[in-house]
């Protein structure tokens, strides 16, 4: 195995099997149950049995100044803190995911190193290699090649 590859894998199963831990490990933890939670069918079910109990009270109560505080800044601050919860994971699994693919992009030799950083490039930088690599999509007059312009399942990238 290359020592690289080899550090990386240590590094890897440091932070997996309880070595030395980041700070934010726990907050890490806590935000992908969160997102778990938050996205299964018993949280639905739980919002709308809290709802449907919310909407008791309010009926019960003859709808009292505190019933609507909690509907008009209670749940909106719930729902900020599931955004943040949610945005985080997101954020992470991202970084992750583009870790593997720069990973599968060094491991093929012919490919184009550059595009490893592509996800930090502005819009013009993006349109241009777009450009480029359309360009390079060979064209050939039979109707069966992929890169035919005739071919209609030729993907469009624009």
Known sequence: M?????EAAALLS????GGQRKPHGRALRVSHTLTGL????????ATLV???IWIGIGVGTNYPRWWELIGSVGIPFLALLALFFLQHTQNHNDRALQLKLD?????LGPADDALMAIEDANEND???LRVRYRAEIPIDSGPDHQGSENNPERFDLT
């Open 126 to 128: 993006l349109e241009d």
């Open 38 to 45: 938050v996205g299964s069918i018993w949280s639905f079910v």
């Open 103 to 107: 990973e599968l992009l060094r491991a």
């Open 2 to 6: 290359e020592p690289e590859i080899e």
């Open 14 to 17: 440091q932070a997996s099997l």
């Open 50 to 52: 809290a709802g449907a």
